[in-house]
Nanobody, 123 residues
Framework: QVQVVESGGGLVQTGDSLRLSCSAS????????VGWFRQAPGKEREFVAA????????TYVDSLKGRFTISRDNAKNTVYLQMDSLKPEDTAVYYC????????????????WGQGTQVTVSS
């Protein structure tokens, strides 16, 4: 079993960058694919990005390609989401989730979820 905790959120201005971290417990974390999702006020939770257990492959929602970058450091049991050129529409609670197996853009494929970290981008 894996437990994940997000950190790194905050209040920033348009154009700023933030790096979110997803820290995991469990010595087998390196076997888990990880996804990032977000939920804006009044909207459904949506897929952002995901990465394989090895970090060798990743996928993004088309609208965020080029601005967001997912990576991982298995030695530190941590997955990162680098967010650049932030916009007010990026304001949301960001969640990381883990699953044993290949990555997925589907929420119900992930068994382990964090509590989320708030990102607010002011205009």
């Amino acid at each position: 079993q894996v437990q994940v905790v997000e950190s790194g959120g905050g209040l920033v201005q348009t154009g700023d960058s933030l790096r979110l971290s997803c820290s995991a417990s469990g010595r087998t974390f390196s076997r888990y694919a990880v996804g990032w999702f977000r939920q804006a006020p009044g909207k459904e939770r949506e897929f952002v990005a995901a990465i394989t257990w090895s970090g060798g492959a990743s996928t993004y929602v088309d609208s965020l390609k080029g601005r967001f970058t997912i990576s991982r450091d298995n030695a530190k049991n941590t997955v990162y989401l680098q967010m650049d050129s932030l916009k007010p529409e990026d304001t949301a609670v960001y969640y990381c989730a883990a699953r044993c197996g290949s990555y997925s853009y589907l929420q119900y494929d992930y068994a382990y979820w964090g509590q989320g970290t708030q990102v607010t981008v002011s205009s």
